[in-house]
């Protein structure tokens, strides 16, 4: 159990406020290396990672059981198309897992509300375990269309570059924090960024597959992920390709 400082501002400075503890494991630098192979969650039965609780893929039940009913894959499954294997998914998947292999533990930040802190939460909670406790630390904003993060660490309209192997640098806030947003990738910050659901997934895709998360390092120990507010395309997109 680890104890940690929850603080609130004052004009002057940040004063303790009151300490929550939280199950975690212990704070270590020798954390082994996370294979590809143990990011992708097996499913019983072949069942998809989006499965209803009681699945029956894989049976003649598949796609007429009771447990099949509002199920995303049920006509899938009834007319034995789920049973194909999509080299597309399959593909995004080992990329995912690929560029992600040597990151330790990503927490995603969510809130079915706006305007409660979710990137405040985010930020601080990057910068803490970065400054503070020196972890290597990545900070994702998949806000697409109001990207926030960058600014609250002082790194709004940075540029980012691509590195010898072609995938993105992230730029850094400080020397153990990666940010990474689509903040960096428009011209100006009072435009509004309308993306359509394949364009936000598309952009998430990159995030996940096209970032050097650890260009400043062999390991990242955390990648802090905040999201948009409510749980719409962008939760379901990252979720959908971190869990397949």
Same mark, same amino acid.
């Given at each position: ?13 940040? &004063? ?97 509300? !706006? ?13 803490? &375990?970065?400054?503070?406790? !020196?972890?290597?630390?990545? &900070? ?105």
């Amino acid at each position: 159990t680890v104890s940690a400082p929850i603080f609130h501002r004052t004009p002057k400075k940040l &004063l303790p406020c009151r300490t929550i503890s939280c199950p975690a494991a212990p704070f270590s630098h020798s954390r082994p290396r996370v294979s590809p192979s143990s990011l992708v969650m097996e499913s019983p039965s072949g069942a998809p990672a989006d499965a209803n609780d009681g699945c029956v893929a894989g049976t003649e039940a598949a796609g007429k059981a009771d447990s099949c009913a509002g199920c995303p894959n049920q006509s899938a499954c009834a007319t034995g198309t789920a049973a194909v294997p999509d080299p597309k998914k399959a593909q995004d998947a080992a990329a995912v897992a690929s560029s992600l292999a040597s990151v330790g533990r990503i927490i995603l930040v969510l809130s079915g509300k !706006g305007g409660v802190g979710k990137s405040t939460v985010s930020t601080q909670f990057a910068w803490t &375990l970065a400054a503070h406790y !020196g972890f290597s630390v990545g &900070l994702l904003d998949v806000d697409i269309c109001g990207p926030s993060a960058p600014r609250m660490c002082g790194v709004a309209r940075s540029a980012v570059r691509r590195g010898p192997d072609g995938r993105w640098t992230p730029v850094y806030a400080h020397e153990n924090l990666a940010v990474m947003s689509v903040d960096f990738s428009t011209p100006n910050e009072d435009n509004a960024i309308v993306r359509r659901g394949p364009r936000k997934e598309g952009m998430i895709r990159q995030f996940l597959t096209e970032v050097n998360w650890c260009a400043g390092g062999e390991i990242l120990d955390y990648l802090v992920v905040d999201t948009p507010p409510g749980t719409s395309d962008e939760h379901m997109f990252i979720v959908n390709h971190l869990v397949s």
